[in-house]
């Protein structure tokens, strides 16, 4: 009943740019910390930015710091990803995932109680 889905993922150029973005059922959005997260193939998941639930403060892995962006949009019920200035090292699947929580956290990952399935983003040549 509870449910998040990605979308917007692609195959895009080196220097390209991609909006991925997660839409929830089931449940509003505004109450949940969301995170971004990403798995490259051979790769463990890692926390790429988070946004809070309280004061909508935002934190970025230092690997896409001043290149990706979160945002809420609440009359959407989603959050977005903006990519921009991707590289070939930002390929992996990306994935949302909510917490009953109020801070931002880029892990540990069991702190998230709801998972997407992800959206594939390949960046290449």
């Known amino acids: 009943q509870l449910q998040l889905v990605e979308s917007g993922g692609g195959l895009v150029q080196p220097g390209g740019s991609l909006r991925v973005s997660c839409a929830a059922s089931?449940?509003?959005?505004?109450?949940?910390?969301i995170g971004w997260f990403r798995q490259a193939p051979g790769k463990e998941r890692e926390g790429v930015s988070c946004?809070?639930?309280?004061?909508?403060?935002?934190a970025y892995d230092d690997s896409v710091k001043g290149r990706f962006t979160i945002s809420r949009d609440n009359a959407k019920n989603t959050v977005t990803l903006q990519m921009n200035s991707l590289k070939p090292e930002d390929t992996a699947v990306y994935y949302c995932?909510?917490?009953?929580?109020?801070?931002?956290?880029?892990?540990?990952?069991?702190?998230?109680?709801?998972w997407g399935q992800g959206t594939e983003v390949t960046v290449s040549s």
């Open positions: 995932a909510a917490g009953l929580f109020r801070q931002c956290l880029l892990s540990p990952l069991y702190e998230y109680d709801y």
């Open positions: 089931g449940f509003t959005l505004d109450n949940y910390a």
């Open positions: 946004i809070s639930s309280s004061d909508g403060s935002t």
